[in-house]
């Protein structure tokens, strides 16, 4: 049912070894009383081939393994259930990552690495956490006094009309919702700002960055598509088989400061004679800073990254008409758009009530 030479018939072999999967038998104590556990290659074999497959969801796997031939076999006939997918994932994190490292070493004995291109490249992914509750301290503790005010605001308005008598009971019960709501939120962020210190940014200068309530290791940053909360996962790769060597998730909007960790982290996993002079290690132009080619230099690493500031750096550019030119008109495409958004202070607006018009910035409105 799986067929020969798959990815899917490979991983169950990989996962019959128990030297493999050992760093899960630590948790199995129900020897003798309580249910019989799934072992854990059952259920590493399930998650990573619906990883394979693109879904995350634990509800998910649960029905494919209800559904689907090849998760069944798997799955060895079993249905394990959403609840117990989930607590699998989130209590074996870091057995995973070393399970990981067990099958990047087989890989390597095995030949299917090359050693000779490493190629990092990342992208922006977002995760489940609101934007909105995203904030430096200082802004967090604002936002939790204006929540307490909202809440002490409705509370004195129906103090005022409580001997009305036109105000029914739905009234109340949804004004004592909405406090009980203002009042929750604002004590979920007093706590966050007491057990939380500040989150200071990876630059040259350490200032402070906004944190979140919901997940404080992701970071508010601005893509394609829009501003998201998200994560930076950026990944190394080798070019003979294209098998990942390291993989690793950033809290950061900017890609400069992941590339010397993706370099300590191969070389953890290979050892620190990794980067070879016939080795070539390849980033864009997202990875380049001035703190990361002193690194790169430093080390001896042999590495092509492109240079972000070569344009200013260039006297072929900085003396070329046509990109000095293009740098201008960029500048004021920029200003324009930020006047554009912003606000128009009140003193622009003349109204005229006996003709009902209004000159707001030289242009005559009708009032309607």
Same mark, same amino acid.
């Given at each position: ?88 994932? *989130? ?102 700002? *007491? ?174």
């Amino acid at each position: 049912m799986l067929g020969n030479n798959t990815f899917e018939h490979c991983l169950y072999h990989l996962l019959e070894n128990d030297e493999i999967v050992s760093d899960f038998f630590a948790r199995y104590k129900n020897k003798n009383v309580g249910r019989k556990a799934y072992p854990p290659a059952l259920l590493l074999r399930v998650i990573f081939y619906a990883y394979y497959r693109g879904h995350t969801s634990s509800r998910v796997i649960e029905s494919l393994c209800k559904t689907d031939l090849k998760f069944i076999a798997l799955a060895a006939g079993r249905q394990p259930h959403f609840t117990t997918i989930a607590n699998f994932v *989130s209590a074996n994190c870091e057995a995973m990552g070393h399970l990981f490292h067990k099958v990047l070493l087989i890989c390597d004995q095995s030949g299917l690495i090359g050693k000779e291109h490493f190629a990092i490249d990342g992208c922006k992914i977002p995760t489940n956490a609101s934007k909105h509750w995203s904030g430096t301290h200082k802004e967090l503790r604002k936002k939790s006094e204006k929540l307490k005010q909202a809440a002490e605001k409705i509370i004195n308005k129906h103090m005022s009309s409580d001997s009305d008598t036109s105000s029914g009971k739905i009234l109340k019960d949804e004004q004592k919702q909405t406090i009980e709501t203002l009042l929750k939120n604002a004590k979920k962020i007093d706590k966050f700002l *007491s057990e939380n210190q500040p989150r200071m940014g990876q630059g040259k200068r350490k200032q402070e960055v906004q944190s979140n309530i919901t997940d404080n290791q992701s970071a508010k940053m601005t893509t394609s598509k829009g501003t998201i909360q998200g994560m930076v996962c950026v990944t190394a790769a080798d070019e003979k088989h294209q098998i990942i060597v390291h993989a690793q998730a950033f809290g950061m909007g900017q890609e400069q400061a992941t590339l010397i960790p993706m370099v300590e982290g191969i070389k953890n996993n290979f050892g620190n004679d990794i980067f070879k002079p016939s080795l070539v290690l390849t980033a864009d132009t997202g990875f380049s800073s001035e703190a990361t080619m002193q690194y790169l230099f430093d080390e001896k690493i042999n590495a092509v990254v492109p240079d972000n500031q070569f344009r200013k750096r260039n006297p072929v550019f900085a003396e070329s008409d046509f990109y000095n030119k293009h740098k201008e008109l960029r500048k004021k495409t920029r200003k324009d758009k930020a006047k554009t958004n912003m606000a128009i202070d009140s003193s622009e607006f003349k109204v005229n009530l006996h003709s009902n018009t209004c000159i707001c910035q030289g242009k005559r409105m009708n009032i309607l």
